[in-house]
């Protein structure tokens, strides 16, 4: 056992784990109020935002990458504000690999959220308003319970689609052991170096929780259809 775990890169795995689990936590908090707003919107902007938040699906991760890379360098702003803040730079750190992967997994978050607020609809919401509730109370104590799935699920692929990210990663962050190699990048380098041992370890690793993340989201959708609302 000791030699097994030896023979994997333990800090890239650790770090993946680490990059996605900050990645889903952030954006909850971003793109549940654009979730919201896309479920419930009239505005003629709507599909504008819908497209912008659905580009990183048919985008190629290197020209996701290569113009993050170029936003969030230290030539130009919002990298050059980071820089006379921090002192260091957004590119080749942590912190920038948390931001292109939270602009990668976007609408793996921020979908799912979307269809299950619509579902719940504006009905429920009013009858609480009704009642006496604000929209804080509202939102927490009818929304989110009555979208469960939506959040779950949103959660589940968010964070497997962080963890298998590689071409943003490779563009944003670069290859420095400890500090932005994840897992997809120890396992490009295992090829490179012909170690394909651990390269068959990580990749055989990330396909089954892979397939472990999509059999636990149908099967969620399969027992716990979304509740519709009155819209």
Do not use: C
Request: net charge positive; no cysteine; charged share 10%.
């Amino acid at each position: 056992m000791t030699g097994f775990l030896q023979s994997l890169d333990m800090t890239a795995v650790w770090l993946t784990v680490k990059l996605a689990a900050v990645t889903v936590v952030l954006l909850l908090l971003v793109g549940a109020p654009l979730a919201w707003w896309l479920a419930f919107t009239r505005s003629r902007w709507k599909p504008v935002a819908e497209a912008l938040t659905a580009l990183p699906l048919v985008l190629p991760p290197t020209v996701l990458g290569f113009y993050l890379l170029i936003l969030l360098g230290p030539a130009q702003a919002p990298g050059s504000w980071w820089v006379s803040l921090t002192g260091s730079t957004l590119t080749f750190s942590f912190t920038g690999l948390v931001i292109a992967s939270m602009v990668y997994s976007l609408p793996f978050v921020v979908q799912p959220l979307a269809q299950a607020f619509a579902a719940v609809g504006r009905g429920p919401l009013e009858e609480a308003a009704s009642l006496g509730a604000g929209p804080v109370d509202r939102f927490f104590t009818v929304a989110v319970p009555m979208s469960l799935r939506g959040l779950i699920t949103a959660i589940v692929l968010g964070f497997a689609h962080t963890l298998g990210e590689f071409g943003v990663i490779l563009m944003v962050g670069g290859n420095i052991p400890g500090k932005t190699k994840v897992i997809s990048i120890s396992i490009y380098e295992s090829v490179e170096t012909l170690n394909y041992t651990q390269a068959h370890i990580l990749s055989a690793g990330l396909l089954v929780f892979s397939f472990l993340v999509l059999l636990a989201v149908f099967t969620l959708n399969r027992r716990f259809p979304f509740t519709a609302g009155v819209s």
